[in-house]
């Protein structure tokens, strides 16, 4: 029997006694009940047994001083989180800008958490706080999009914002909890190297979509990274996407780049790496697709714009195979009015692909991270096609090769 099951049944089984003899004997017997809720109340948390399963996301209830605020003086940031949290995947989850010289300390009771500053606020700066979707609850239920928080120490917030998307090279969807980096673009040009750390880090969504806040308002240079040791670093081996364009403003208009980030897992980091191939495997190895007899073969045509006078090249693929380890086997140019025809596919369903060849030596190149080079702008399309034998299929839509500018 538990000792608080003890102290209970002490309590009912007394007896009656004078006054003070009784509240002796309850004050002997509820004791060790007492101790037992102490203990209770102090113990690390644990996630609760038994009930329904929780899959809900923690989400902050409140923070000291609120987000937004201005003129603070006392280094430090309150968070209220909705339930426990794992304190080692906040460590890991949380990052500030500017970053500290000196670790913050970092004081847990219960759901809440105070970060203190070490180093001494800077005047009229902008400090933000961002957690990201690493931060797990104690049943390991990780945010779906990361947090941020921000206040200045003096009368204004800086006000850049900074959106994006970040898509796989391969089939154009979605690449969720990607660190995406933002380093200062000086001169309004490229760096030539990275910084050991990035000004601004944040995550994409489920959709893939990234959002700074609170930024300077100035040029930045933004690279996408599967950072998976946490070094904010672009490691070999790592998935990387170069941005589309060499550097973006951040202005307090919400701009948003309709071309999006592509990630690659091919090491083309660095022109001196040793590891780097000398081909991309994914659109350079030879590879002869099955001879078919005509009567069972199709054909996909359609047409394509770029907005730029340089060659559109489509790629079509059976959806049975995975083209980050053999490239697409049918391909076609359109011509100069857009128009192209993809002939004597097998029956069956198809994806497709297309990007402009800019430099035009005839493979897709998806771009270096340093020394920067811009990736070749490609178009996917979400819906596969239907193939079948002895048919022309037209494509009801035109494909849209997306323009590496701007749109407000």
Known sequence: MSARAKAWRCIAERRWTPTGQRMRQVARCAAPLWCATLWAACATPLPPEGGPPDDTAPHIVESIPAGGATNVSEASLRIVFSEHINETSFRRALSIIPEPETPPELDWRGPRVDIRLADPLRDSTTYVFTLDTGLRDLRGIALAAPVTLAFSTGPILNAGILTGRVVQSHDGAPASGIDVLAYAAHDNTPPDSLPVRPAYRTQTDPDGVFRFEYMT??????????????????????????????????????????????????????????????????????????????????????????GEPHPVVVESWPDTLDIRHAPPPYQATADSAGSFLLPQLPAGTYQLRAWLDRNENGRWDKGVLIPYRSPEPAYFMTEPVRVRARWETTLPDTLRIPAAVSIP
């Not at 904010?232 to 309709?258: C, H, I, K, N, Y």
């Not at 980091?269 to 697709?289: C, F, G, K, L, N």
């Open 217 to 306: 308002e100035r040029q930045w240079f933004v690279a996408a990274l599967e950072d998976a040791n946490y070094n904010a670093r672009p490691d070999p081996g790592e998935s990387f996407a170069p941005p589309p364009v060499p550097v973006l403003l951040a202005d307090t208009v919400q701009a948003t780049l309709e071309i999006p980030w592509m990630l690659t897992r091919i090491d083309t980091m660095r022109s001196d790496s040793p590891s780097v191939p000398p081909e991309d495997p994914e659109t350079e190895a030879d590879t002869v697709p099955e001879t078919i007899p005509l009567e069972e073969t199709g054909e996909i045509r359609g047409v394509v714009v770029s």
